[in-house]
């Protein structure tokens, strides 16, 4: 690895290639409000921004690390010797209406309630199955982001992809696989936008589903404590809210600062600035209730940035 300069040489060199850097912590920028600081956070705007930072960065051999809308993330404390690349600004959309359907192209930033309203008003059919998460296309394309109804997969006809091999990259056009709350798309790729399909609906349909789905979020998640949704992802025995739930976990603590959400077992809320380290104790003591008292082997559907 090339990279030793410090914090400074790498914002002092993205501003001469006119990027917009910040110096904050994942802390700021996460909705769960934890994490350290980074060198910097970057935020391209364009593509032609994204080509010069990553060209940067494979000349400087910088890590880094992709960041959407920082909902899905749970980043340790202390310094994280990493870049962290934003999308949130890089946010385009266009949509094509043919006879029975809409085409929607979308980039990384785009955020998915700015994709729902479009289809409110225009009748995307499904739209509601990814209507209240609060993410960007780059972010739940990664994690397939979605309900028990169906997730963003169901619509995605193609990603666009940066991709970093050998000390260059490529950006062509993929078809990733798709599984529960997973996609194919590796740790080398970074999503710049993606062509989603809806059928056409009656936009007055497609309204009041995703008003019913909206007031089934507001009736049962904690919708304006600090998390990152659902901590676990649903092993085959049940959904790991239940199960959390069953044993007698809901509202428990470990710290004054965090706790399972008594309205949600699967939520862990952040009520008090609590370092990352207290959410991290909290998921460990969880998965070790659920395979001492029930045989289950709880798996992380959050993504867990511990060890970096
Ligand atoms: C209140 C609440 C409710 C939620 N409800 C749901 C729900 O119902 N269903 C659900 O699935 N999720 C839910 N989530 C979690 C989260 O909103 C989704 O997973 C969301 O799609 C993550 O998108 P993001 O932009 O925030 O990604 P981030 O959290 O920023 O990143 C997630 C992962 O994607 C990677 N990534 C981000 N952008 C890119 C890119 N451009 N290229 C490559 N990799 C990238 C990151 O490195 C990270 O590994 C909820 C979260 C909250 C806070």
Known sequence: MNFEGGRRGITADLKRLGINTKIISFSDLTTIGVGGEPYAFAFPRNIDEVKKLFEYIIEKEIPFIPVGNGSKLIVRDGKIPRLAVSFNLFESHNEVEWKDHFKVYASAGTSLQFIVACGIKKGFEGVEKISGIPGCIGGAIKKNAGTKFGSISDFVENVEVLSL???????????????????????NQIILSATLKFKKAKPTEVKSKVSEYLKRRYETQPLTAK??????????????????????LKGFRLSKRARISPVHANFIE????????????????????????????????????KDI
């Open 227 to 248: 998390t990152c949704g659902c901590i676990f992802k649903n092993p085959p025995q049940a959904p790991a809210g239940k199960i959390i739930d069953e044993l007698g």
């Open 165 to 187: 091999n050998n000390g260059s990259f490529e950006i062509k056009k993929v078809e990733p696989k798709f599984e529960y709350r997973w996609s194919s798309i590796g740790d």
């Open 270 to 305: 952040n009520e008090n600035s609590a370092p990352a380290a207290e959410i991290y104790e909290l998921i460990d003591y969880v998965k070790e209730k659920a395979r001492e008292q029930r045989k289950i082997e709880l798996e992380e559907e959050a993504v867990l940035l």
